[in-house]
């Protein structure tokens, strides 16, 4: 892993980061009632790359992923979105670029619970006034092995089909990052690394630039590079 790690980096030093980050904080409070939740965060993902984050509840994780999506703001520092300083956006443009660039995958997948698994997708098209994109939903469905659930529901899904539908909802408006935020907590383990190495799979497919918040060191295994967080602070492992 480490190798294949050294490698990506090496073929990565042309390219542009789909995301940076560059001395960012976040602070909470004033006074004594200060929380500095992110210390001065440097971090850089290119496409293709997969990226865990670990670390313990409230070390700073979720802030971490909030600022990545452009849902809050940074007290200090810059969010650069494939080279552009998005933190200098006003709130309609980074709503707007969230759901262009941004995927996200939730732990609650962020279903739709009246709507069936095709018409999930039919809704994005309407947020984006566009037509069905039929041809691409199947192929995406085929990658993810998940063509056989279009006409269920989501009550009537595994836990592990919800999150492979929420994969597939993330890379449907084939946005430059994909952020999920403790992706396997609801799943048992046999499912939680189903969910992981289709993760993996795709952002490699699709040359996505993927990081994924996590607690559980085991869901590291497919990960191109491993991050710790603890008390604000961002290392690599």
Do not use: W
């Amino acid at each position: 892993m480490k190798q294949k790690m050294k490698q990506k980096t090496k073929q990565n030093l042309n390219q542009t980061p789909s995301l940076e980050m560059i001395n960012v904080t976040k602070n909470f409070g004033a006074d004594h009632t200060l929380v500095k939740a992110l210390k001065g965060i440097h971090f850089k993902i290119f496409p293709g790359e997969f990226a865990a984050i670990v670390g313990p509840s409230g070390s700073g994780k979720s802030t971490f992923l909030t600022i990545a999506g452009t849902l809050q703001q940074p007290t200090d520092g810059q969010v650069l979105l494939v080279g552009e300083d998005v933190t200098k956006f006003p709130e309609k443009n980074r709503a707007a670029l969230r759901l262009k660039k941004i995927g996200f995958i939730l732990q609650g997948t962020n279903l739709v619970p009246f709507l069936n698994v095709k018409d999930q997708f039919r809704f994005i098209d309407q947020l984006e006034k566009r037509s069905f994109q039929a041809e691409k939903l199947d192929q995406l469905m085929k990658d993810l092995d998940t063509s056989d659930l279009l006409e269920k529901m989501p009550r009537d899904l595994s836990g592990g089909e919800r999150q492979r539908i929420a994969i597939a909802k993330a890379l449907y408006n084939d946005p430059e990052l994909i952020l999920a935020d403790e992706p396997t907590a609801a799943l048992d383990t046999v499912h939680a690394f189903e969910v992981v190495k289709r993760l993996a799979d795709e952002a490699h497919r699709q040359n996505k630039a993927t990081i994924m918040v996590t607690h559980d060191v085991r869901m590291t295994e497919f990960c191109d590079v491993v991050y710790t967080m603890e008390d604000g602070l961002l290392s690599q492992k």
